[in-house]
């Protein structure tokens, strides 16, 4: 197919607002959501059979692990992934965080104390539905610290997953770029869906009046945080479907780059098969 994903998605030196990406489907990969669905089916599949693996490697003391960063503005699809991609995995092998507003005991500590606490073990993938980055993006924008605090966490951001990858996680940030009126449409279709109501936050109205600020603080962190270890993708999200096929394509890449294979344990099986043998 060419140029791999993460090539393709990945973000290119000195050109991080989320202005010079598309958010709809660029020409590379499916044409369509029937096609999409289908290129879906076959990686969820792959991509379960490499998870089974990094979970067996982990209960046989291999300490690597895979940690998906989803950023995005409000209705971008960071539960969407969570549901459509990240479902192909057996949950046991999932460790899943939500960031919310800090709570008075996180707000006491370190910005990156919660995180922390969050970043999967040995065997696991960690799934970050928004992550340390608010603290360089929502709280910029919103002015929630001082800014010579805030400027301080771009290189301690760096340090922390620079830390984490010598440390075997490999982490994947992605950035579900949806356009403005995308977002209005999306919010619009929560109003008119009983189900959806209660996703529906009006300081989700109050973020999209802010929508310039909050993409000039996204180029700050996709330019100043996307490291040759860790860099950020930004994934044309206004398409759910080319949304999926995306991270799902850049999660296999991942996977495949691990070269995993089953471990090997040494098992006497002439012996365990004799002692299975049914009494005669
Ligand atoms: P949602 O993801 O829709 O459940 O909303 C979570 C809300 O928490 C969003 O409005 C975020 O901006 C906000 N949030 C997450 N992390 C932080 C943070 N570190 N400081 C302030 N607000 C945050
Ligand atoms: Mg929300």
Excluded at 123 to 129: A, K, Q
Excluded at 183 to 208: N, S, T, Y
Aim: aromatic share 10%.
């Amino acid at each position: 197919m060419g140029r791999s994903a993460r090539s393709t998605f990945v973000v290119q030196p000195g050109k991080t607002h989320p202005r010079d990406y598309p958010a709809d489907a660029p020409s590379k990969g499916p044409d369509d959501k029937t096609e999409g669905g289908t290129a879906l089916a076959e990686l969820r599949s792959k991509l379960a059979v490499q998870q089974d693996m990094l979970y067996a490697r982990g209960a046989e003391g291999d300490p690597r692990s895979i940690l998906l960063v989803l950023q995005g503005m409000d209705t971008s699809g960071k539960g969407g992934v969570t549901g459509d991609v990240v479902s192909a995995f057996n949950p046991a092998g999932v460790r899943f965080a939500s960031f919310k507003a800090p709570t008075s005991e996180e707000l006491k500590h370190d910005f990156l104390w919660r995180i922390h606490k969050q970043v999967p073990a040995a065997g696991l993938i960690g799934v970050f539905d928004r992550s340390h980055y608010e603290d360089v993006l929502v709280v910029k924008v919103r002015k929630l610290a001082e800014a010579s605090v805030i400027e301080q966490r771009y290189s301690r951001i760096n340090d922390f997953e620079a830390e984490l990858t010598a440390s075997g996680v490999t982490v994947v940030k992605c950035f579900l770029h949806i356009s403005f009126d995308e977002q209005r449409e999306r919010l619009l279709a929560r109003l008119d869906d009983p189900a959806k109501h209660w996703k529906f936050r009006e300081g989700d109205i109050d973020d999209r009046q802010l929508w310039p600020a909050f993409e000039d603080a996204y180029a700050t962190a996709l330019g100043r945080c996307s490291t040759a270890q860790s860099p950020w993708y930004v994934i044309p999200s206004n398409k759910k479907w080319y949304r999926n096929w995306a991270i799902a394509s850049i999660l296999l890449e991942t996977f495949e780059d691990m070269n995993l294979s089953y471990p090997e344990v040494d098992l006497d099986f002439k012996r365990l098969k004799e002692r299975l043998a049914p009494p005669n």
